[in-house]
């Protein structure tokens, strides 16, 4: 008789047991999937780190910049209205152009992800902008931790959702620019991810350091292509 | 680990949730034919509700709020309030637990751990659990009170 009372606490038990492996299982090859992922941070943040000023990248470990905040510029203010306005990345060329309706904004070389972690083509939105943020990922050889990466602009759409970490960003670990060279992201010289972040919506509140899109503050279109 | 504790704990509690009272029903006996089916009615609406008020009203989800990864089986789409998961856990648990008490209670754990999980996978607001708990909560009162049981007993 105790054998039977013991028998369905056992089976549910097994069956706990069964599902939470499944699960250890779903996290590696989450893990997995991951790496594979481009620049994603977990500080929304916006401010600056003083606290680590380590960098490790491609297996290298170097000192961080103090502060790339050469000028805190105005945001310049366009002449065409913003609905106009979109940015073009063109992988082939690896150039950037900022485009005020038919007006060129700026042109600049860039570094997209590397032929096995290639930036996604298509049409984006800026969901987040982030004046520094500390970015981390990959694994072994390829893992890289980079705090206070400038002038960061998350862009998603239906296929690609904000969660997969793609944007544009200023980088201070290489200065390749032209050539693919990142995790996925568009990798920026710094005084043009400066000018990018102000020029583009959602704009900044006085006195932020980031700022999410939403209905009244919509972001700016990025158009990805060879 | 404690990811795939998360990921447990959204994705797959449930499921032991839902499969444990088959198994204390058919298998063990502790529990009746009636209580199992209420508990069973109980979760299939308050999963419908949920679906219902989701795809009338869709609302967004954290993850896709603030870029952080979900942590379940499978990436919801769809809205956010309420959370399915919660409303169809707790409507089991109370459903059982108007029943048989200390059974019930260990089941009420299950569903709190449902909830926790769901919002430590990025997939829910706390907000949207309380949401569920309500509603399932109603989903197991309704059942018990319109005493669904005796409506299928009649029938067949």
Redesign the interface.
Known sequence: MAKRKLFAPFLILLLAAVLFAISILVGSARKTARTAMACTTSDFSGNFETTDSLAIFEGKRFGVPKDFASSETEPILGVTANGERYIEVDLSEQKLRAWDGSNLFLEAPVSSGLPWWPTPQGEFRIWVKLRYTRMEGGEGRNYYNLPNVPYTMYFSNDQIPSWRGYGLHGAYWHNDFGRPKSHGCVNLPIPVAEQLYYWVTPSLPEGKNSVYASDENIGTRIIIHE | ?S???V??LA???L??MF??VL??WL??G?IKKEVALHAIFALVLAWVLAEMIKNLFPTVRP?????????T?T?PIGGAFPSGHAASAFALATSIFLHQKRLGFIFLLGAFGVGAGRVLSNVHFPLDIVGGVVLGVLSAYLVKRVHLFGLFKGKS
């Open positions: 680990m990811e795939a504790l990921t447990f994705s797959f509690l499921w032991v499969l444990g198994v204390l298998i063990d502790r993850f896709s709020e603030n870029g952080l990864t979900p942590l089986l990436v």
